[in-house]
């Protein structure tokens, strides 16, 4: 079945049956670390993972596969069908940083693996790590989850470059059929977004915040100009709450209307919110948001601002959901120019390996790294982005992680 790659002998298969993942105690996932520091975040990330499973009297069966750099030189292709298919037959998947060129040579490999797979969900929870330097006057009362949509809007793809026949097909039809000029130096793209996959992702968000106890779920979009497609994405979410989940969820004005303001116990408020305003609303009344739904552009650019809030992205985790199936990865890009130097912070790369975790319903492991890992900063014991801003103890990835081993040990 694999080209270049073998699956290891031991370890067993993670099944999905009747919409639940079924795992055993010993499963095989799929890793790759990517580009630049990846080399030094993700062996970090699993020494960690290791211990947490060790811990909980689980085993994890570690599969190389390749992605990037690494997957060119054997394969001679960044992306090559080896990866796609060990991490279709295994289901859970652990990822580095992957390089993204800006303008020019290959697509996106991130883009790629989320639609490619049907990870339809780029879900980041964004919470604060004590001890950590945040420009924000209270961190602490940062806790957000993210849902972003992963495979419409800007991730679709399509666009043309201004001197294109393509670009110039449309430009003549927009001016005969709808009698809208474009300039004939724009460059042209195409905005999708679909009730299909709209409803997709606000479902999975609203079951999240109930099967989490969370308190409300915010559609946030650009519906006030573009109607069609961003408009849409707050109708269509209200309407899954709505028909889907009406037992559980209460709009917001029913808040106000029915009770008096003061949510219900055992109830969901269903809100939303115009993305420019949504950035000083997390700023300035930070504990109203909860579980955020957004389309792809718009939960781009927030779940970046919000890592900010907690230190930035060096601490902020990730992971791509579809049906059955997910990449964990950090948000952070691949710092090339920091490779292979022992000295980048791996918190962002093992708090989603934490979320890997929760993901398999190892809950119990995923707060054992968590606390570690609070500890080991808190305590002062930081990498060279932390320790620049509020000293400490400085050591390098590896020393880190093995810091943060000792400390899950403690617990």
């Known amino acids: 079945m694999y080209q270049k790659i073998r699956p290891p002998e031991e ?9 639940k993942l079924l795992v055993p105690r010993n499963p095989i996932i799929p890793y790759f670390e990517g580009d630049g520091i990846g080399k030094d975040v993700v062996p970090a990330a699993i020494r960690v993972l290791d211990a947490a499973a060790e811990a909980i009297g689980k085993e994890i069966v570690w599969f190389k596969v390749y992605a990037g750099e690494d997957a060119y030189k054997l394969y001679g292709n960044y992306l090559p069908e080896d990866t796609l298919k060990a991490i279709l037959e295994y289901r859970v998947a652990l990822k580095g940083p992957l390089t993204t060129p800006v303008g020019g040579g290959y697509r996106s490999l991130n883009v790629t693996i989320r639609q490619v797979l049907d990870l339809y969900a780029n879900v980041r929870p964004i ?49 005969k059929e709808f009698g809208i000029s474009i300039r004939d130096d724009a460059g042209i793209g195409v905005k999708p977004i679909s009730e299909f996959a709209t409803k997709r992702l606000v479902r999975m968000a609203i079951k999240y915040a109930i099967e989490n106890g969370r ?28 028909e ?63 890592a900010a809030m907690v230190g930035g992205l060096g601490v902020a985790p990730g992971s791509n959901i579809g049906d059955g199936i997910g990449v964990f990865e950090p948000i952070h890009g691949s710092a ?7 000295k980048v912070n791996p918190t962002a790369q093992i708090l989603s390996g934490a979320l890997m975790l929760e993901y398999l319903g190892w809950k119990k492991a995923s707060e054992l790294i968590k606390k570690a890992v609070e500890m080991t900063i808190s305590s002062g014991i930081v990498t060279y982005d932390i320790h620049r801003l509020s000293g400490g103890k400085l050591v390098g990835t590896k020393e880190f992680a093995d810091a943060v081993v000792d400390n899950l040990k403690t617990l």
Not at 273 to 289: C, G, K, P, S, V
């Open 127 to 175: 919470y604060y790590l004590k001890g950590v330097p945040s420009p924000v006057k209270n961190p602490e009362k940062v806790n957000f989850v993210l849902f972003r949509e992963s495979t419409e809007d800007v991730y679709a793809g399509i666009e043309f470059s201004y001197k294109s026949e393509e670009a110039k097909k449309i430009r003549d039809f927009f001016k």
């Open 244 to 306: 889907e989940f009406g037992e559980y969820c209460i709009t917001e004005d029913e808040l106000y209307e029915n009770y008096g303001g003061r949510q219900p116990k055992g109830k969901i408020v269903i809100k939303d919110r115009i993305a420019d305003n949504m950035f000083q609303q997390i700023l300035t009344r930070t504990e109203e948001y909860d579980v955020i739904a957004l389309p792809n552009l718009n939960g781009d650019y927030l779940s970046d601002a919000a």
């Open 215 to 242: 308190s409300s779920v915010t559609l946030v979009h650009k519906g006030n100009i573009m109607k069609y497609t961003e408009g849409a994405f707050r109708d269509w979410g209200y309407e899954v709450a709505k």
């Open 336 to 342: 090339p120019k920091y490779a292979g130097q022992n």
């Open 11 to 19: 370890g067993e298969k993670i099944r999905y049956e009747d919409g």
